[in-house]
Antibody, heavy 120, light 108 residues
Framework: EAQLVESGGGLVQPGGSLRLSCAASGFTFSDYIMSWVRQAPGKGLEWVSGSSGSGGNTYYADSVKGRFTISRDYSKNTLFLQMNSLRAEDTAVYYC?????????????WGRGTLVTVSS | EIVLTQSPATLSLSPGERATLSCRASQSVSSFLAWYQQKPGQAPRLLIYDASNRATGIPARFSGSGSGTDFTLTISSLEPEDFAVYYCQQRFIWPPLSFGGGTKVEMK
């Protein structure tokens, strides 16, 4: 069964850094676009970043460009999100999501999410 | 960036009633629109892709329609487990992938 499990969230001070991980299983990790999507408390969904299957192409929302970096470790089937210069407005649950087989940017599998809180 | 506007923000209905949710795009997204369901404390779940195709395991009471800028998600007869928040998402032009603000379907 395909599964995504996020980890790495926590409390961090403004200006600090955090690295999120997403362990993928049950599918061929390198075949799919992967994304990070976040949800601030009580708010809607916001796409944050995406990575092509090969990892050669990466994409970012304007709100995080230059501060966040998406990457993959194919030996561990793991997706990462390195978050630097964190701000209060980055506080959210961060979800890892897999793109579809044919509809590559439809998010057909989601993890349970990991909470990031940016506060002093 | 394509902006998706969902309406209404909240829909108050009873079990067995029909729910009609709307998603309007700021420019054409062809048929490249998906719908997701999210229950409290859970991750979103894909319901519909490419405007009208049900995802694996999604009951037939969920249907999607539309193209261009106007889309509809219909739940033909609400079950108790259908009370949730629903989001639309476009993949026609990215980055960024964009989501609508959501429609909450609550029990009347």
């Amino acid at each position: 069964e395909a599964q995504l499990v996020e980890s790495g969230g926590g409390l961090v001070q403004p200006g600090g850094s955090l690295r999120l991980s997403c362990a993928a299983s049950g599918f061929t990790f390198s075949d799919y676009i992967m994304s990070w999507v976040r949800q601030a408390p009580g708010k809607g969904l916001e796409w944050v970043s995406g990575s092509s299957g090969s990892g050669g192409n990466t994409y970012y929302a304007d709100s995080v460009k230059g501060r966040f970096t998406i990457s993959r470790d194919y030996s561990k089937n793991t997706l990462f999100l390195q978050m630097n210069s964190l701000r209060a407005e980055d506080t959210a649950v961060y979800y890892c999501a897999k793109g579809g087989t044919v509809t590559k940017l439809t998010l057909d599998l989601w993890g349970r999410g990991t909470l990031v809180t940016v506060s002093s | 960036e394509i902006v998706l506007t969902q309406s209404p923000a909240t829909l108050s209905l009873s079990p067995g009633e029909r729910a009609t949710l709307s998603c309007r795009a700021s420019q054409s997204v062809s048929s490249f629109l998906a719908w997701y369901q999210q229950k409290p404390g859970q991750a979103p779940r894909l319901l519909i892709y490419d405007a009208s195709n049900r995802a694996t395991g999604i009951p037939a009471r969920f249907s999607g329609s539309g193209s261009g800028t106007d889309f509809t998600l219909t739940i033909s007869s609400l079950e108790p487990e259908d009370f949730a928040v629903y989001y639309c998402q476009q993949r026609f032009i990215w980055p960024p992938l964009s989501f609508g603000g959501g429609t909450k379907v609550e029990m009347k």
